[in-house]
């Protein structure tokens, strides 16, 4: 990290000993204090449940303001992303950190689609799992598996190698996905069409069978490109960082973004899009009683929380949300879609957002809570929706990854603790364990 001479040092007085410790700050104003000398100088560490409070990094991919609700990928705000660019675009932005000339997105979305194929062998994986399997499951483990498949090109320090992973999953990602979902419900999968742009391909072998021609609705492509570009990065979130962390190892892109999608894969992570749509479904079961629900969610002597509500950064709102709310009725109304469950959504978000607990915690819907409504009205199965996720969150897992390794000054990641466990204990031959408790 680079210190901010202009900026006084932080003071902290241990022991009654003062040490000072510089400051850094970020192109937003936003400081921090290096403390990566605190232990060498004091004996402390410091702790920090769930690392609310610490910068793993300096990063220049992605800046958002969780207060005002902003989000920017290299300095562009989601909304302009959202309205005007397209999903290879924002790839290639976030990866290689400027908008591309028309010369260079041609040649990206070239190099993506060329390598959409899977190897045959590798396709013989599938038929390894559980029918039932989870498709996230399927998927970390296919992507993990393309370090067998591609062993030409795992060294992260190699330009070429990299580069050449990086279209290979890009390109594979939708194949490997919709082979998941074919396979899950027994039907033949469908080829990779180059002819296609890449959503339209991925629908394409969602949807399409080999006994009749698919065309893919120009309304769902236009909304499934609007929701990948609106999950393309979210700066040190769980997965980002869980792929930083493996990366940080020197292990290779696919063994790093397969440990990315199983961090995504948890309900309080990316695993909330479907959560949410199954608690919607609950409560439509149930009567559609939106109020009990958000009862139950305060009520601390149950486990029950609001899916989709709330988020480590965003105290304001979402901007994403706010987004794919405006989307939705878009999107359902083009469709012709009746959906009960947005209507419950809805009553649920206003209900949630007068309750005093919601407003003193700061807690408002999250990208999660609209986003499973579009993917339902685009007939994407529920157990996709992390999958799709997955599909969006790439790019930015493959930036941060490769930021991190060009960064050069990169050290292996490795928190320390505070151990509460027992102090020095003797070893306890077998024949004398329990002995007491034995004879008594
Ligand atoms: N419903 C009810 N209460 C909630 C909710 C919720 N959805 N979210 C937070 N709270 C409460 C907590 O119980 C806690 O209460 P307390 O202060 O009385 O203990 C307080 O609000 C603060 O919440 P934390 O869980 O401490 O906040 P944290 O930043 O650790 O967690 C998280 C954020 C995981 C997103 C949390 O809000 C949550 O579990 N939400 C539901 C799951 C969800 O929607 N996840 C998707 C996140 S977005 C994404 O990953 C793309």
Known sequence: MSDDTKLKPVKVEIEGKQFEFPVVRGSENEKGFDISKLRDQTGYITIDNGYANTSSCQSAITFLDGEKGVLRYRGIPIEQLA??????????????????????LDAFTKGVTQHTLVREDLVKLYDGFPRDAHPMAVLSSI??????????????????????????????????????????????????????????NFLHMMFAVPT????VPKEVVEALNLLLILHADHEQNCST??????????????ASISGGICALWGPLHGGANQAVMEMLADIHRDGGDVNKYVRLAKDKTSSFKLMGFGH??????????????????????????????????????????KDQYFIDKKLYPNVDFYSGIIYSA????????????????????????????EGGATKIGRPRQIYTGPQTTEYVPINQRGKLKVAA
């Open 83 to 104: 309205s005007q660019s397209n999903f290879l675009e924002v790839s290639y932005l976030l990866i290689y950190g400027h908008l591309p000339t028309r010369v260079e």
């Open 143 to 200: 992507v993990c598996a393309m370090s067998t498949f591609y062993q030409d090109s795992l060294d992260p320090t190699n330009k070429d190698q990299v580069e050449i992973s990086i279209h290979r999953l890009m390109a594979k990602i939708p194949t490997i996905a919709a082979y998941a979902y074919k396979t899950s419900i027994g039907q033949p999968r469908i080829y990779p069409r180059n002819d296609l742009d890449y959503c339209s």
């Open 212 to 215: 009749e021609p698919y065309h």
């Open 241 to 254: 960082s869980t792929v930083r962390l493996i990366g940080s190892s020197a292990a290779n892109l696919f």
């Open 312 to 353: 480590r950064v965003y105290k304001n709102f979402d901007p994403r949300a706010a987004i794919i709310k405006k989307a939705c009725d878009k999107v359902l109304a083009r469709m012709g879609v009746n959906n009960p469950l947005l209507e419950i959504a809805k009553r649920l978000e206003e209900a949630a957002l």
């Open 378 to 405: 685009l007939n994407i199965p529920v157990n996709m929706f992390t999958v799709m996720f997955a599909l969006g969150r790439l790019p930015g897992w493959i930036a941060h990854w490769k930021e991190m390794n």
